[in-house]
């Protein structure tokens, strides 16, 4: 009788952490979507991970390239800078 009160303690104490993990995440989530201002960042994407249309290409995600200069990832404003490579302005202008 221990053995499954402690097993059903321990599951709804998991499943309680889980649900505040997940509330606190979803609440950052907002915060960085609505209130805080978001810039381009040229030059610091990862292979296929940029976020629109770039020379070569007319989708998300489909840079192949890793740091392309003309390719960009939206971050939250005043962090492109201190990013290494990283540029408010594409190589070639469009």
């Known amino acids: 009788m221990k053995d499954t009160n402690l097993l059903i303690k321990s599951a709804l104490a998991g499943v309680l952490a889980l649900g505040i993990v997940g509330i606190s995440q979803s609440a950052l989530a907002g915060d ?8 381009k960042c040229y030059g610091v994407n990862a292979a296929n991970k940029n976020d629109c ?3 070569g290409h007319s989708c998300a995600g489909q840079d192949s390239k890793v740091r392309d200069p003309n390719a960009f990832v939206e971050v939250p404003a005043g962090l492109c800078g201190k990013i290494a490579g990283g540029s408010t302005e594409p190589a070639d202008k469009k």
């Open 53 to 55: 249309a770039s020379p």
């Open 32 to 39: 960085m979507k609505g209130g805080a201002k978001m810039e």
